[in-house]
């Protein structure tokens, strides 16, 4: 190239810079700035006075003043003040990850050095998990004083620094070592263009009900702070591989204002949910066939002038867990209370093991009634809340577990609920890939039986939309095996089959004392119980009208998970019906009662009271194990030890009979271990009524 030439490309090249403004030049909204476009600058500017209202009231409504701040960055995007807001916004919204790029383009276009500046920068890069970039600005950022400034800003404090920098240590360490999981999301049958979360199962994932902020019908209201649609709650049904399209409960359960999900009692019929009113309290609806109640307000010893944000039950029924930001007991924050809805005791706070000096939310509790999730600000988070999972054991709650990455991110991981088996997880998160806001996300935990493997193509976060690979070094991580079995089915008329409503009453036969009660559905027949293992359960199905039916479930401390289906036709009092009695229990080879047959006689006995008039004949029978006479011999003592029991406790000895038929009626094939068992057993049959 001749120095000429040289000399024509940089005066070309001068020429050209002088023509246009720099890249990184910060550019104001003045008439000097855009000479050829005043009605552009007219418009932006309408738009920045418009945005400027919302973002400085008090409170700020950075949703409302974000589209307006947007309008004004599309006509004139290299403005640094600007970028700032816009930045700010995000940070305030479900979206926070979207503020990384604004507040970078502000510090390229005006480099600040002042603390506001660096720490919504390492906000920024914090949210998006960029750990050591992040660190580094709040070590730029410095304590601003306390309480808010003169422009309605809270203040930066050191506190509050050192636990930002403590936060993304955390998350690096995290980080290192990510669980193996799949993160899918919900999909479009759940998830909308708008914010949904607070996801509720039952326990057999049959059912999920969960909030949203989607426009519920034409015209639907908007929360005048914030800007969004109020909360409304919505059902999916799961269909095998995915869930059916959300529809709104409706009346009375969906009001004007805000409604939203809280806790679901394991067999799906009982669901708290949180009303604003008077500062944010608890209520309780129950379905009643297909048609939920009127919810009502769960009581002073749970609802106070404070904030009640989240709640569960626990999986008997007898106890409520639930959060609030009450100042007396309070450790800082909002805490996890428990109270006994039976009781007259206060709530107890579940103690400085779990609540934190910052904020607990979200406590689910699984239907084991061993283990708790709930999400927390503090402990070692990686920012925001994370979800923690504590254990119950001697008597007390378990140091909480960070569940770890991807599961947390350094933004606002909640409201995390499970299926009774562990297996499976769900909770809403802002990821991006969502369909809006913040979405619905199924967790499924993979076990341990697969070995450490480097794989190129990792699938951590599988979304439907935007699947997220990496190549990391995966560690297996234990499923979370929750010892439980679900038992579910019907209750229907023998002779009908129609549904019948019945009481379900959950007894420990060992100590004889009735644990919990429940009801199958009105309409469906449908019911749920969660059996925790470690128990002799006695599960007694009865309705009025009806004689009583008896299941054992004798579960070792040890017992896996396990879902049980058993549809259970109630007969009625009628001559020649023959009734199973389940929870009589003698030694092998003996007719002695053993003390856990305690409780079913005693219904047994009351049956008879109550029916002054009725007969009947108790029979035994057993496996074809062992010689014939001598099965017929026992079969026949242990009837006659019930009729003895019996009419020791005030039974007339004229209605009762005892029969004993040996190996000569079985019920099921003597060729398994199970069909013996079931031939192995106690029965009572009408004779006279």
Same mark, same amino acid.
């Given at each position: 190239?001749?120095?000429?030439?040289?000399?024509?490309?940089?005066?070309?090249?001068?020429?050209?810079?002088?023509?246009?403004?720099?890249?990184?030049?910060?550019?104001?909204?003045?008439?000097?700035?855009?000479?050829?476009?005043?009605?552009?600058?007219?418009?932006?500017?309408?738009?920045?006075?418009?945005?400027?209202?919302?973002?400085?009231?008090?409170?700020?409504?950075?949703?409302?003043?974000?589209?307006?701040?947007?309008?004004?960055?599309?006509?004139?995007?290299?403005?640094?003040?600007?970028?700032?807001?816009?930045?700010?916004? /995000?940070?305030?919204?479900?979206?926070?990850?979207?503020?990384?790029?604004?507040?970078?383009?502000?510090?390229?276009?005006?480099?600040?050095?002042?603390?506001?500046?660096?720490?919504?920068?390492?906000?920024?890069?914090?949210?998006?998990?960029?750990?050591?970039?992040?660190?580094?600005?709040?070590?730029?950022?410095?304590?601003?004083?306390?309480?808010?400034?003169?422009?309605?800003?809270?203040?930066?404090?050191?506190?509050?620094?050192?636990?930002?920098?403590?936060?993304?240590?955390?998350?690096?360490?995290?980080?290192?070592?990510?669980?193996?999981?799949?993160?899918?999301?919900?999909?479009?049958?759940?998830?909308?263009?708008?914010?949904?979360?607070?996801?509720?199962?039952?326990?057999?994932?049959?059912?999920?009900?969960?909030?949203?902020?989607?426009?519920?019908?034409?015209?639907?209201?908007?929360?005048?702070?914030?800007?969004?649609?109020?909360?409304?709650?919505?059902?999916?049904?799961?269909?095998?591989?995915?869930?059916?399209?959300?529809?709104? =409960?409706?009346?009375?359960?969906?009001?004007?204002?805000?409604?939203?999900?809280?806790?679901?009692?394991?067999?799906?019929?009982?669901?708290?949910?949180?009303?604003?009113?008077?500062?944010?309290?608890?209520?309780?609806?129950?379905?009643?066939?297909?048609?939920?109640?009127?919810?009502?307000?769960?009581?002073?010893?749970?609802?106070?002038?404070?904030?009640?944000?989240?709640?569960?039950?626990?999986?008997?029924?007898?106890?409520?867990?639930?959060?609030?930001?009450?100042?007396?007991?309070?450790?800082?924050?909002?805490?996890?209370?428990?109270?006994?809805?039976?009781?007259?005791?206060?709530?107890?706070?579940?103690?400085?093991?779990?609540?934190?000096?910052?904020?607990?939310?979200?406590?689910?509790?699984?239907?084991?009634?061993?283990?708790?999730?709930?999400?927390?600000?503090?402990?070692?988070?990686?920012?925001?809340?994370?979800?923690?999972?504590?254990?119950?054991?001697?008597?007390?709650?378990?140091?909480?577990?960070?569940?770890?990455?991807?599961?947390?991110?350094?933004?606002?991981?909640?409201?995390?609920?499970?299926?009774?088996?562990?297996?499976?997880?769900?909770?809403?998160?802002?990821?991006?890939?969502?369909?809006?806001?913040?979405?619905?996300?199924?967790?499924?935990?993979?076990?341990?039986?697969?070995?450490?493997?480097?794989?190129?193509?990792?699938?951590?976060?599988?979304?439907?939309?935007?699947?997220?690979?990496?190549?990391?070094?995966?560690?297996?991580?234990?499923?979370?095996?929750?010892?439980?079995?679900?038992?579910?089915?019907?209750?229907?008329?023998?002779?009908?089959? =129609?549904?019948?409503?019945?009481?379900?009453?959950?007894?420990?036969?060992?100590?004889?004392?009735?644990?919990?009660?429940?009801?199958?559905?009105?309409?469906?027949?449908?019911?749920?119980?969660?059996?925790?293992?470690?128990?002799?359960?006695?599960?007694?199905?009865?309705?009025?009208?009806?004689?009583?039916?008896?299941?054992?479930?004798?579960?070792?401390?040890?017992?896996?998970?396990?879902?049980?289906?058993?549809?259970?036709?109630?007969?009625?009092?009628?001559?020649?019906?023959?009734?199973?009695?389940?929870?009589?229990?003698?030694?092998?080879?003996?007719?002695?009662?053993?003390?856990?047959?305690?409780?079913?006689?005693?219904?047994?006995?009351?049956?008879?009271?109550?029916?002054?008039?009725?007969? =009947?004949?108790?029979?035994?029978?057993?496996?074809?194990?062992?010689?014939?006479?001598?099965?017929?011999?026992?079969?026949?003592?242990?009837?006659?030890?019930?009729?003895?029991?019996?009419?020791?406790?005030?039974?007339?000895?004229?209605?009762?009979?005892?029969?004993? /038929?040996?190996?000569?009626?079985?019920?099921?094939?003597?060729?398994?271990?199970?069909?013996?068992?079931?031939?192995?057993?106690?029965?009572?049959?009408?004779?006279?009524?």
């Amino acid at each position: 190239m001749t120095d000429y030439l040289r000399v024509v490309l940089v005066i070309a090249g001068v020429a050209l810079a002088l023509g246009r403004p720099a890249a990184a030049q910060n550019i104001l909204f003045a008439k000097d700035q855009f000479p050829d476009d005043k009605d552009g600058l007219k418009s932006a500017q309408r738009e920045l006075k418009a945005g400027d209202e919302d973002y400085h009231a008090d409170p700020a409504r950075y949703t409302l003043a974000l589209p307006h701040y947007l309008a004004a960055q599309e006509f004139n995007p290299n403005n640094a003040e600007l970028n700032v807001k816009i930045g700010d916004c /995000y940070l305030h919204s479900g979206t926070k990850a979207l503020a990384l790029s604004y507040l970078e383009r502000a510090q390229k276009l005006a480099p600040a050095n002042d603390a506001r500046t660096h720490y919504q920068l390492g906000q920024a890069l914090h949210i998006n998990a960029k750990w050591v970039a992040a660190i580094k600005e709040y070590q730029l950022s410095a304590p601003t004083g306390s309480g808010k400034g003169a422009d309605g800003e809270f203040a930066i404090t050191s506190d509050d620094l050192a636990r930002r920098v403590r936060e993304c240590r955390n998350g690096q360490e995290l980080q290192k070592h990510p669980v193996r999981v799949f993160v899918d999301n919900a999909g479009p049958e759940v998830n909308s263009a708008y914010s949904d979360y607070g996801p509720l199962v039952s326990a057999d994932e049959a059912t999920m009900l969960f909030t949203s902020r989607r426009p519920a019908a034409a015209g639907a209201a908007k929360d005048p702070v914030g800007g969004e649609y109020f909360e409304d709650i919505y059902q999916a049904a799961w269909q095998g591989k995915k869930w059916t399209a959300a529809a709104s =409960l409706g009346p009375p359960v969906n009001t004007k204002g805000h409604d939203a999900t809280v806790a679901l009692a394991p067999d799906g019929q009982r669901l708290i949910l949180y009303v604003d009113d008077e500062g944010g309290n608890l209520h309780e609806s129950e379905l009643r066939g297909s048609t939920w109640s009127k919810p009502a307000d769960l009581g002073k010893r749970v609802n106070t002038k404070a904030h009640e944000s989240s709640a569960a039950y626990s999986p008997d029924g007898r106890y409520v867990y639930f959060v609030s930001d009450k100042p007396e007991g309070g450790r800082g924050g909002h805490d996890i209370y428990r109270v006994e809805v039976a009781g007259k005791k206060p709530a107890e706070n579940l103690g400085s093991v779990i609540n934190t000096s910052y904020g607990e939310e979200a406590v689910f509790v699984m239907p084991d009634g061993k283990t708790m999730y709930f999400s927390s600000e503090g402990h070692n988070s990686m920012g925001g809340y994370d979800i923690f999972k504590s254990v119950y054991k001697d008597g007390k709650w378990g140091e909480p577990e960070n569940l770890g990455w991807p599961i947390n991110t350094p933004d606002d991981d909640v409201f995390f609920v499970t299926s009774a088996s562990g297996r499976h997880g769900y909770y809403s998160s802002a990821r991006a890939g969502g369909l809006g806001g913040k979405d619905i996300y199924r967790i499924t935990f993979l076990g341990p039986e697969k070995p450490p493997v480097l794989s190129e193509e990792n699938q951590l976060l599988a979304s439907r939309l935007a699947p997220i690979t990496q190549t990391v070094l995966a560690p297996t991580v234990a499923v979370a095996t929750a010892q439980v079995t679900i038992l579910k089915g019907t209750v229907t008329d023998d002779l009908t089959k =129609l549904p019948v409503e019945a009481l379900i009453d959950l007894i420990d036969n060992k100590t004889g004392q009735s644990i919990a009660t429940f009801h199958s559905n009105a309409t469906s027949g449908r019911y749920l119980v969660s059996l925790p293992s470690g128990t002799n359960y006695g599960i007694v199905v009865r309705q009025e009208g009806y004689l009583f039916h008896s299941e054992n479930f004798d579960l070792p401390a040890d017992a896996a998970y396990a879902e049980v289906t058993k549809d259970i036709p109630l007969k009625k009092l009628e001559v020649g019906v023959v009734i199973v009695l389940s929870n009589i229990f003698f030694d092998t080879g003996k007719a002695t009662l053993r003390p856990e047959s305690t409780a079913e006689l005693e219904r047994l006995q009351k049956l008879l009271t109550d029916q002054p008039t009725l007969k =009947l004949e108790m029979a035994g029978h057993t496996d074809n194990v062992g010689k014939p006479a001598a099965n017929q011999d026992l079969s026949q003592r242990r009837a006659q030890a019930v009729v003895t029991y019996l009419t020791q406790h005030g039974i007339a000895p004229d209605r009762l009979a005892a029969a004993g /038929y040996g190996d000569t009626r079985p019920v099921s094939s003597n060729d398994t271990k199970l069909g013996r068992q079931l031939n192995r057993r106690t029965e009572f049959k009408v004779t006279g009524k």
